[in-house]
């Protein structure tokens, strides 16, 4: 009898703990799912608040040539106010130049000066944006992505209250500084996406980050081009205004509706995977997430992937951006666009990239998150190759033609940039957070994307000025073949230098997620 009453109670012991193992594993299910839930919450607001501020960046960009134009008819003759001087510089280098070649371009003048002035105006953004990224990357590990992100957006409000009231060259290139330093919400979105998502669903993740470009540059441009026709380049009220500042209010409103909705909307993240279970739960011990940290630190495999990505990131960027700001110039210069007809013309890029985006490049990506990111970034870049060398081919047949007409070239040239839109940057960012992603130590993901979007923006920055400096040296056709070379080496580079197994190896197996953190917003 003893022995049967000791064996009944060692089998209710042993159904109660069966019975609190299952009721842990539930409660483990729950919190998994709660805070996936969360994160694709928290990737909503990212994209729609990133879609606001693409569509305020791209207003600008239809309008630049002419308002340059604008800026030169009020003060380019003054030799005492800044852009008279530079242009009376660039004009001497000019006449120098000219007296060792016969290039057909730097012969139209100070039409052709106008090119130059852009692409220094464009490395001085872009410069700024490579010194400022990296502290934005490790301010928002340090402080949190929602505080940094608010700084950030206080300083977009500044700069384009400043555009507003920009009536001198002077104080629009303050304007453009401020907002050099300032622009940290695409780092912080994407930074804010790898918080929230773990590697089998990063990538999709990633890809809001380029849908929201490809339909920011679909609209912005286009209603950037609208808001001129609603004050002329003079302005109104003499010279109180910037050339076209009705684009700039309208781009003004836009970033007030993002801070706002940032403010209320978007919760602090840089602890959202923190595990908060209870003393009996197994958890990663202190010890452990030493050697965890040590083990990514001295990763030299991950290192080694995370340095050649950026060096890709630099030289792509160089190339692909520099083309891709001479792009309005090109036709404002051949073919007379006008700001409408720009606007077109980068619209037409943002709806083909929009298109790739959310059909194409989301099913890959699907599929197998590292291999997929590696494929698609090769797709971009021939699809870039392709495009620089279409219009290079548009540039040669309006040589030769007299009609001041575009021929079918340039909208080939447009798809080409709209794949490599679509495709090449975001993948790039998916891999870069994505690399050795199994060992990845918590509040490292700010630095390593600011690193790699500083190694960009050094491409953006320098980008421009070579590529303007080819165009004004010796015409377009050449700045595009050259740009096409260059881009379809780094293509068979990356090809060879990235190995997928370092990225895919754990983006394919997946990580587990723990136990949702207490989302903490910040006052």
Known sequence: MASTASTQRRSAAVAVHDSDSNSDDDTQTQAVARQ?????????????????????????????????????AREGSDPSTLLGWTLSSVEQLRHRILGWTTSRFLQQGARADLVLLGGMLGSLYSLLQCVVAPVIGRVSDRLGRRRTLMV????????????????????FLLARVIAGLSEGNVQ???????DVTDASTRSKGMAL???????GFTLGPSIGAYFSTKMSAEGTGGSTYAPFAAAAVFSLALLLAESLYLYFKLPETLHFKKSTADDDTDTVSEKEAVVTKQTVENNSDVRRVLRRLNMVHFA????????????????????NFSNMQQGRLLGFIGITSTILQGGYVRRVKGKSAGRGDKSLVAQGMVGCTLGLLSIALCCISADKSSDGNPSWWLWAGAVGFAVASATVVNCLNSMVSLAG???????????????????????????????????????????????AVAVSVITLVFVA???????????????????????????
Request: charged share 15%.
């Open 316 to 335: 792509y960027l160089f190339f692909f951006s520099g083309m891709e700001y001479t792009l309005t110039f090109l036709t404002h210069d051949k073919f």
């Open 36 to 72: 996936a839930a969360e994160g694709r919450r928290i990737t909503r607001i990212v994209f729609i608040a990133l879609l606001l501020d693409i569509l305020s960046f791209t207003i600008i960009l239809p309008l630049l040539p002419r308002s340059l134009e604008a800026y030169k």
């Open 188 to 194: 912080i979105s994407n930074t804010v996406i790898a």
């Open 209 to 215: 980050v380029g849908i929201a470009f490809a339909v």
């Open 152 to 171: 950030c957006m206080a300083g977009n409000v500044i700069w384009t209250v400043l555009w507003v009231f920009s009536s001198s060259f002077e104080s």
């Open 497 to 523: 230098a990235i190995p997928v197994t370092t990225i895919a190896a754990t983006s394919d197996k997946g990580v587990t997620t723990q136990s949702p953190s207490r989302l903490n917003k910040a006052s």
């Open 437 to 483: 992603a199994s060992q990845q130590v918590a509040g490292d993901t700010g630095k390593r994307l600011g690193d790699f979007r500083s190694a960009g923006q050094i491409g953006r920055a320098l980008g421009p000025v070579f590529a303007c400096s080819v165009y004004w040296l010796s015409g377009a056709a050449v700045c595009y073949l050259v740009g």
